[in-house]
């Protein structure tokens, strides 16, 4: 009996400890989401939901951010800015080499995701591979200043990740939640259907300057690293959880607006950060959900209170539409084109 009650405690106490560093994970998750956002709006930048959304997925990894990965995070950054820039400039006067360009490297990104294989590094290539040159071909001065923000939004990022670790240290070592670090069935294929989406989605932006061209393409991309078996229900979380996002950002950019201060917008996107992060904190086939719920928010809200051009809440409301139609979009042929090429 005494070895039973033993072993029921050791359970207790770990079940005790799980629980706490899944409510500490919310936290952290949340801290870095509403300061992150609230520095790039008061900081004046162009894309203020940069520093947040870079850091709630250095985040929802559950790993620990050391010193030495923290500063690799913003010097490969920096090389995919660089990387992306002389792209876009030797390529802006050809557009169909430019895309092939892109196309190729969109195509190897994903496959990295796809193997598990360096999978930051292929995110951040994803990112700047697939925005700089189609900013690049709307306004140069534009694209600088993603640029610009991307950089210092990584190194701010990275702060908020060690800030949130030491105000809500980890108390266990847990599994990763995220998706990327999973290994997929059929990599080519996954990697194949996931750019034809996204270059699709570019191609389009580029035909038809877009005000949402960014907001797009990277809601798009935070969908598309999500794991890959979109089928059924896994398809249908993911719109839910898009648009759950947009409708998030959409009720608490009224609110802003209603009340522009610094603080207020803190307050609201903690709530926010702690809503989505407490599902995100409790892992299973919804993490991944939740993520691109959170995300989503991020984005969109940043869109609001972007000091670039400022529209009616109207026009806010049916850009926001247009972002949840390219996420539908992509999510659903996503799903037909994976099968389509793991059948072949």
């Given at each position: 009996m005494s070895a039973n009650a033993a072993t029921a405690t050791i359970q207790t106490q770990a079940q005790a400890e799980e629980a706490g560093e899944a409510h500490a994970l919310a936290f952290r998750i949340a801290f870095a989401a509403a300061v992150g956002l609230t520095l790039g709006e008061v900081l004046g930048w162009d894309f203020p939901f940069l520093p947040a959304m870079l850091a709630v997925q250095l985040l929802s990894g559950r790993e620990p951010l050391s010193v030495k990965k923290g500063v690799a995070f913003v010097a490969v950054m920096a090389a995919a800015c660089a990387f992306a820039v002389l792209v876009a400039q030797i390529f802006v006067d050809s557009p169909l080499v430019l895309l092939l360009v892109v196309s190729l490297v969109t195509f190897l990104a994903f496959l990295l995701l796809a193997r598990g294989q360096a999978a930051g590094v292929a995110a951040m290539f994803l990112i700047t591979t697939a925005v700089v040159p189609l900013l690049a071909t709307e306004s140069m001065s534009v694209a600088h200043g993603f640029i610009y923000s991307l950089i210092a939004g990584s190194a701010l990022a990275v702060?908020?990740?060690f800030a949130a670790q030491a105000?809500?240290?980890?108390?266990?070592?847990?599994?990763?939640?995220?998706?990327?670090?999973?290994?997929?069935?059929?990599?080519?294929?996954?990697?194949?259907?996931?750019?034809?989406?996204?270059?699709?989605?570019?191609?389009?932006?580029?035909?038809?300057?877009?005000?949402?061209?960014?907001?797009?393409?990277?809601?798009?991309?935070?969908?598309?690293?999500?794991?890959?078996?979109?089928?059924?229900?896994?398809?249908?979380?993911?719109?839910l959880g898009n648009l759950v996002g947009g409708l998030a950002a959409t009720a608490a950019y009224l609110l802003v607006t209603l009340l522009p201060s610094p603080a207020f917008l803190l307050l609201v996107v903690l709530l926010v950060g702690l809503l989505?992060?407490?599902?995100?904190?409790?892992?299973?086939?919804?993490?991944?959900?939740?993520?691109?719920?959170?995300?989503?928010?991020?984005?969109?809200?940043?869109?609001?209170?972007?000091?670039?051009?400022?529209?009616?809440?109207?026009?806010?409301?049916?850009?926001?539409?247009?972002?949840m139609v390219a996420a539908v979009y992509a999510i659903g042929m996503a799903s037909l084109l994976r099968s389509a090429f793991r059948a072949r």
């Open positions: 702060l908020l990740t105000f809500f240290p980890m108390r266990v070592q847990a599994r990763p939640v995220s998706a990327p670090a999973q290994k997929e069935r059929d990599a080519v294929a996954v990697a194949l259907a996931n750019a034809a989406v996204l270059m699709s989605l570019v191609i389009y932006f580029m035909l038809t300057v877009s005000p949402v061209s960014i907001v797009g393409v990277l809601t798009v991309i935070g969908i598309l690293r999500q794991p890959a078996d979109l089928g059924g229900g896994t398809a249908f979380g993911l719109i989505f992060g407490d599902r995100i904190a409790r892992g299973g086939e919804q993490g991944p959900i939740y993520t691109v719920a959170l995300i989503t928010f991020l984005i969109v809200l940043g869109l609001g209170i972007s000091p670039l051009p400022q529209d009616s809440g109207s026009l806010f409301i049916a850009r926001v539409f247009d972002v």
